[in-house]
Each structure stands twice: as C-alpha cells, then as structure tokens.
C-alpha cells in the first residue's frame, strides 16, 4: 500500500497554533513564553489574521513584564494592521483596562488621550461617527 505524505498545516492554521498558545502562556502568567509565541506569529505569520491579535498580546507583554518597556509596547500597538486604521482623539482622558494575568487578576489601567484601532467595517465607523454628529477628517 502506498504511504500518504501528511499535508503541511495552512499558514493561517500554523498561526492559529502559535497564536493560542501564546494566549495560554500569557493566561498563565509566563509572559516570556507568551512573548516568544506571539513574536513568532508576528515575524512568521505577519499577513494572517491572527497577526494583530499577536501583537497586542506582545504589546501586553511588555506593558505588564516587571521591566514595563512602554516603548516596545506602543511599537506593537501602532505597527502594521490589516486594513484601514482610526485615529480616535479624546477631548479629556480615559481610563483603559488591558486583560488580567495571574500576577494582576484586575488587569492594569491606563489613561489615554489618543489610540489607534483598525474597525473591519471602516465604512459602518464612519457612517455611525457622522450620525453622531463627531468631527471626522
């Protein structure tokens, strides 16, 4: 009988892998692990779907290491998306809740003034923005 050569996983499939488990790694409080799952779907997998998710969660890692490297963090948070991206400024500061670890079960507060965001239906965004009567430009 002949042998069947096992098909290689799809690269959005690879990248739901790595994804997952960086997302366990970070549930669990092993944030360096965490870091090199996400760092891997990023670098490897870039123009998935799961890219974006990889690199919020690598952005989370650096905000909540003991070394909290800001810097890295918004460099992930602000780097390539998929799609349009939305500019939001605020006319005062809001408080923004990132995700729990084990180390901080109640996650970590942020204030902002301004964020980036990539909506999947830009278009709905900015129809419900003018309905709003909110100054888009």
């Given amino acids: 009988a002949p042998a069947f050569a096992q098909q290689p996983m ?3 499939k690879q ?3 790595a994804l997952s488990a960086g997302q366990r790694a970070y549930n669990d409080g092993n944030l360096p692990t965490a870091a090199q799952k996400f760092q891997e779907v990023v670098q490897k997998f870039g123009n998935t779907p ?3 998710a990889a690199r919020y969660g ?3 890692c650096f905000i909540n290491s003991p070394q909290q490297d ?3 963090a918004i460099e992930h948070l602000t780097g ?3 799609g349009h991206v939305v500019e939001v400024s605020l006319s005062e500061a809001a408080t923004v809740v990132l995700a729990g670890t084990r180390q901080q079960p109640g996650g970590r507060a942020l204030h902002v003034w301004s964020f980036l965001c990539a909506p999947s239906r830009p278009g709905k965004l900015l129809h419900a923005a003018g309905e709003r009567h909110l100054p888009v430009g």
Avoid: H, I, Y
């Fill in 15 to 17: 990248a739901e892998v």
């Fill in 70 to 72: 800001f810097a890295k």
């Fill in 58 to 60: 690598l952005a989370l």
């Fill in 10 to 12: 799809p690269p959005d």
């Fill in 50 to 52: 799961s890219a974006n």
């Fill in 80 to 82: 390539p998306a998929g």
